[in-house]
């Protein structure tokens, strides 16, 4: 059994502002795919310019907020939040929705894509290959909070959080780190790396993500407020089922087409 290691969530203290670890973790994903961009584009993947990029993060970053502040209220706490309307914007109290981020994401790469006069998914194909490491920093950041953790187990690695009662319980946070964060990553950089179809680097992020956080939903306690939704599944695995059946239509799709190989 081990004992958590009892992070301080506050990563900095300027008089009166605090600046937590769980901020730092969103700020250091975007600055990853800035980063990993800029050197998918000097390699050729794709002929999006610079300018392209820091335009496509920052309207990513809206959409990100907005999208993951509605997911989360309208998915997981409706009846909440369609009766105090106004605490939707409370976003400093926590809750964000990791399906609501990726609809808000995907919206402003449709408009950023028609408004260019792009193909959407040459778009998704650049940047699907660099979410997982912004994801890894994110469960970071839920691991060093001490929330989301898992179910009871007695497994050797079982870790005692400070809010969770006095019983041993699955570092999912880690585990989703790892699966939906870092090999995710490492697997869709090196898929990319090769010339494929258009859509293909897309489907592949989508049924990655999806089948890696259905099956580490099983570790994690589901929320104390909604428990286990339906068929014994959590909302997390309801919500990623769809991932993963539009990944695979999507490369389902991309393997027919006869258009010549992409990339991006």
Same mark, same amino acid.
């Given at each position: 059994m081990l004992q958590y290691p009892q992070i301080d969530p506050v990563a900095l203290q300027l008089g009166p502002i605090s600046i937590h670890w769980y901020g730092l973790m969103y700020l250091l994903g975007f600055a990853a795919?800035?980063? *990993?961009?800029?050197?998918?584009?000097?390699?050729? $993947?794709? #002929?999006?310019?610079?300018?392209?990029?820091?335009?496509?993060?920052?309207?990513?970053?809206?959409?990100?907020?907005?999208?993951?502040?509605?997911?989360?209220?309208?998915?997981?706490?409706?009846?909440?939040? *369609?009766?105090?309307?106004?605490?939707? *914007? $409370?976003?400093?109290? &926590?809750?964000?929705?990791?399906?609501?981020?990726?609809?808000?994401?995907?919206?402003? !790469?449709?408009?950023?894509?028609?408004?260019? &006069?792009?193909?959407? !998914? #040459?778009?998704?194909?650049?940047?699907?290959?660099?979410?997982? *490491? &912004?994801?890894?920093a994110g469960r970071w950041g839920n691991f060093v909070n001490g929330e989301l953790w898992g179910r009871v187990t007695d497994l050797p690695w079982g870790m005692v959080f400070p809010h969770a009662g006095p019983l041993p319980r699955h570092p999912s946070q880690l585990y989703e780190m790892m699966l939906e964060g870092l090999l995710l990553f490492a697997f869709l950089w090196w898929y990319s790396s090769s010339p494929r179809r258009r859509g293909q680097v897309s489907g592949m992020f989508l049924a990655g993500y999806g089948t890696a956080r259905f099956f580490v939903e099983f570790t994690r306690e589901p929320d104390d407020f909604l428990g286990l939704v339906a068929a014994g599944l959590s909302m997390g695995q309801l919500l990623s089922i769809p991932m993963v059946l539009a990944g695979v239509l999507i490369l389902w799709k991309s393997a027919g087409r006869s258009s010549p190989a992409r990339t991006d």
């Open positions: 795919v800035w980063l *990993l961009g800029r050197r998918r584009i000097r390699q050729g $993947h794709t #002929d999006l310019t610079l300018r392209d990029l820091e335009d496509i993060i920052f309207y990513s970053v809206i959409g990100v907020i907005v999208g993951g502040r509605l997911g989360y209220a309208l998915l997981y706490k409706p009846g909440h939040y *369609l009766s105090h309307p106004l605490e939707i *914007l $409370h976003i400093w109290e &926590g809750g964000m929705s990791f399906h609501g981020g990726l609809i808000g994401v995907l919206a402003v !790469l449709f408009w950023y894509s028609w408004r260019r &006069g792009r193909h959407f !998914l #040459d778009i998704a194909d650049f940047i699907a290959p660099m979410i997982p *490491l &912004g994801l890894a």
